[in-house]
């Protein structure tokens, strides 16, 4: 469980079995932090701090966390987080000890990506671009514009 003290620092809180009490964890530096989420195994808490996304050992190993400029959308199944920066949506993984960025689509530098949402089973990301509604898989195959908005319409990705 992610909680909230008066000063908005979040916390973890373990099952400490010695003293059968919860003892909680500092995950973050200071107070102002919101939105968080939990990684699919738990290992990982991401939330917005001063206009950044941490990911954060839930451990509280402060050395292991990450800061990304950009929003990021977790896996429902892996601890991968999907993010669309400047020109390219990416997938920064968080298992095991190489947390490299992969590259999954590059659009032109005139078309920025926005909402990114996972499908049920981890294996695709949808995305907006001009406009448009699209698919890929996480390797990156087989890119596709599935919808387009016209006239004044506009299009958003819930979920």
């Known amino acids: ?18 003293f059968a009490r919860w003892s909680p964890h500092r995950v973050s530096r200071s107070g102002g932090a919101e939105y968080p ?3 699919p195994s738990g290992q990982w808490l991401s939330f917005r701090q001063n206009g ?6 839930a451990n509280g190993n402060r050395r292991e966390a990450r800061v990304l400029d950009v929003p990021g959308l977790w896996s429902p199944i892996r601890d991968d987080l999907a993010f669309a ?15 490299e960025k992969r590259l999954v689509f590059r659009s032109s530098q005139s078309e ?35 919808f387009s908005a016209t006239g004044h319409d506009s299009l958003g990705i819930r979920g």
């Open 1 to 18: 469980m992610a909680l909230w003290n008066s000063g908005l620092s979040a916390r973890r809180r373990n099952l400490d079995p010695a």
């Open 37 to 39: 989420r939990w990684s």
């Open 52 to 57: 950044k996304l941490i990911v954060a050992s």
């Open 85 to 99: 920066d400047a020109d390219s949506l990416s997938i920064l993984p968080f298992e095991g000890n190489v947390h």
């Open 112 to 146: 920025n990506i926005g909402d990114i949402a996972w499908n049920p089973d981890g294996t695709r990301l949808a995305f907006l671009m001009s406009r448009r509604v699209w698919r890929v898989n996480v390797d990156g195959s087989d890119a596709q514009a599935l």
